[in-house]
Structure formats: C-alpha cells, structure tokens
C-alpha cells in the first residue's frame, strides 16, 4: 500500500469521465488499499480514483459503522428524500459549500473480484455515494454551491449556531 497525492481542483484529470473497470486484477486491488491509506490519512469521508489521477470508476466511502466500502463501477439505482448542508472535498481544501443531496442513496457497485452487490446509505454516507460517483463523471461538489466558506467561516457559523 501506499499513500497517493491528492489531486487539487484546477487538476484536468478532474474534470474528466472515468472508463469503467473491466480487469479485477492486482493493479486494481492495489489501488483499492491505496485509495483507503490515502483517505485514512487525509481523515476524508470518501476518496475516488480520479481525485489521485486514475481514470477509473472505483471509489472509497466511510459507512455508518466507519468501514470503507469499496464500489467499483457504481451507479445509484435509488434515493429518496432531501438534505441540505456543508459539503467540502479533499481536492478543494478550505472550502465548503451548502449543496442539496437525497436523504438516502441506494447504490449498485462491484467489488475488488468483479462480484456485484448493494449497499444503502443515508445523510452522510448518502452524502457521499452521490459526492463520490459525481467524480468518477468529472464533477465537484462546487457546481452546486452558490459560494464557497472558508473554514474559518464554516467554524464562525456552526459556533454561532451552538450559541
């Protein structure tokens, strides 16, 4: 395992649509166990290949119970219901935004050995099913935000709300 650089937004491989997953070999297990030591070590919610440079559908999201789901080749099949709040993105470090996500995301994925599977989430971990697929279509979260907060203002906002 090893950790990856992070890419930052102004990155082209951002912006770009990531090619399915078609070969589960080592390469792509691999790069599994270096998205999770990556995002363990940033303290991130969810990492996806791109955002290290790989231009493949595989992402990483934190679950419920703190596990790292492995999804590859996901697409949400469901969803239901609607948040709004902070979202903020390893590749935009410092900045958040208020953005609109489905309450709950039922998604379909592959694991490392091409097994198809489920799995559900919901506020957060919904959150980030939606957050995370975005990226593998060449998407970030800014393009649902009207401003992004430092996160100085972010910390000035929520201790004005605990007051």
């Known amino acids: 395992m090893a950790l990856r650089t992070i ?5 082209p491989a951002l912006h770009k649509a990531c ?5 589960f070999d080592q390469r792509l297990h ?3 166990d270096d998205l999770k030591e990556t995002l ?5 919610a969810g990492l996806a290949a791109p955002q290290v440079g790989i231009l493949r559908r595989a992402v990483v999201v934190v ?5 790292m789901l492995e999804l590859v080749n996901p697409e949400i099949i469901s969803q239901e219901g609607e948040q709004e709040g902070f979202e903020g993105c390893l ?3 410092g900045r958040w935004g208020v953005v609109k996500r489905p309450m ?3 998604v379909r994925a592959q694991d ?9 989430g919901e506020e957060i971990v919904a959150r980030c099913f939606c957050h995370e697929i975005e990226h593998l279509d060449g998407h970030l979260f800014t393009e649902h935000t009207d401003r992004l907060y430092t996160t100085e203002e972010l910390d000035q906002m929520m201790e004005e709300q605990g007051e």
């Open 40 to 44: 363990a070590n940033a303290n991130g």
């Open 7 to 11: 890419l930052t937004d102004g990155d």
């Open 91 to 93: 590749s935009v470090p």
């Open 30 to 32: 691999d790069l599994l």
């Open 104 to 106: 709950k995301v039922r």
């Open 63 to 67: 679950d419920a119970e703190d596990n």
């Open 112 to 120: 490392r050995d091409g097994n198809f599977f489920e799995a559900e």
């Open 19 to 23: 090619r399915p997953v078609t070969n």
